[in-house]
């Protein structure tokens, strides 16, 4: 055995952040195949027991996930972003299928050093967009921090390597409450990093999370008062936010999706226009998960992709809601419909939480 089991998550685990902007062949897009089927060889190998939940829920999201790649295919969608939402997926039933063979305190580990190697290429990726801004973003009217946006080493905007961060982040917090592990310096770090992508969204969704972790461990009447709190607080963000006019755009494709969609065949209404296709049918990218689950999976994908989501929730018994919450809350902003850290972290916090012993 070249690799053992932990090594061969942490791997797959360091590959899903360890993105280059304009490369074609990510390392995820080569070492996930890999990754998938040393799963399967590894769980097929080793005696594995799974809690009865965990054997529902990955049955009906495999039955689910090969329903959303048919028709996807169906409605041709884009292969790069279908690959990659894809790729994802499985990523989170192999991760379920092996992390048992491994203690528990070493999954944690294993979460721990990804975030590490997230934080740091990171933060020099913040460094490089400082010292390289954007000049075509430097003109009147705009923002002074959009010229250190889209000019990152790891993704086209920095939008998207806040959504990695944010997602580390509730990996983290997981963490906190599951072994009361104090990770402060990373704390700290996760926080620098994505305040310096400029993105709003992520920082909002740091900030939801927060909100998120308070109502987890409190009882019924307090969890009362927190939602008061975050609704106050949402509020006024909400008019903060809506005198920014990248804010503002999403409604603009929102009203787009609303107007285009009822004049779609029905089989686009039902199974969408395609992953990636909506550029091709209103002229401007969906830049929100709402349009991205509404006009390019259909009704029937969204369907699926909720159900998915859900099984997801039960399988952890809520503990993925950690990582869920803050990346759905920055899925308002230009992100991706999945990225491969969520679900990788997604199946070692599931197995984490699972009352079977592993190891």
């Known amino acids: 055995m070249i690799l053992n089991i932990y090594q061969l998550i942490l791997i797959t685990g360091i590959s899903t952040v360890c993105y280059f902007y304009g490369l074609i062949l990510q390392p995820i897009y080569l070492l996930g195949p890999i990754y998938i089927g040393l799963s399967i060889l590894y769980s097929i190998k080793n005696i594995v027991t ?30 790069g972003v279908l690959w990659n939402f894809s790729l994802c997926l499985i990523i989170y ?15 944690s580990k294993i979460i721990i050093k990804i975030i590490w190697f997230l934080v740091i290429y990171a933060l020099f990726d913040g460094i490089w967009r400082f010292l390289h801004p954007n000049p075509d973003q430097i003109f009147t009217g705009n923002p002074y921090f959009y010229r250190f946006k889209d000019n990152s080493l790891m993704f086209e905007d920095s939008n998207f390597v806040g959504a990695t961060l944010v997602v580390a982040y509730g990996a983290l917090r997981y963490l906190h409450f599951q072994f009361k592990q104090k990770c402060m310096i990373l704390y700290i770090l996760l926080y620098l990093a994505t305040f310096i992508t400029f993105s709003r969204a992520s920082i909002i969704s740091l900030v939801a999370l927060e909100f998120f972790c308070l109502f987890w461990r409190l009882n019924k009447f ?29 409604f603009y494709i929102i009203d787009l999706f609303i107007k285009n969609f009822p004049t779609l065949p029905l089989q686009n209404k039902l199974l969408g226009i ?10 401007i990218g969906a830049h929100t998960v709402i349009i991205v689950y509404c006009f390019e999976l259909g009704i029937i994908g969204t369907l699926f992709q909720l159900l998915i989501i859900l099984l997801m929730v039960f399988a952890s018994r809520g503990t993925v809601l950690f990582l869920l919450v803050p990346y759905y809350i920055n899925s308002f902003s230009l992100t991706a419909i999945a990225i491969p850290i969520l679900f990788l972290f997604s199946g070692l916090v599931t197995v984490i939480s699972s009352k079977v012993k592993n190891g």
């Open 222 to 250: 307090n969890k009362i008062i927190v939602i008061v709190i975050a609704i106050v607080i949402l509020y006024l963000s909400l008019n903060i936010l809506f005198e920014d006019g990248s804010f503002r755009s999403k």
């Open 274 to 283: 395609g992953l990636g296709n909506s550029f091709e049918k209103i002229g």
């Open 93 to 107: 039933i192999s991760t379920i299928l092996i992390s048992p063979l491994v203690d528990k305190k070493k999954c």
């Open 50 to 79: 799974y809690e009865k939940r965990i054997i529902i829920s990955i049955f009906f999201i495999s039955l689910l996930t090969i329903g959303i790649i048919f028709t996807q295919i169906l409605v041709k969608a884009n292969n």
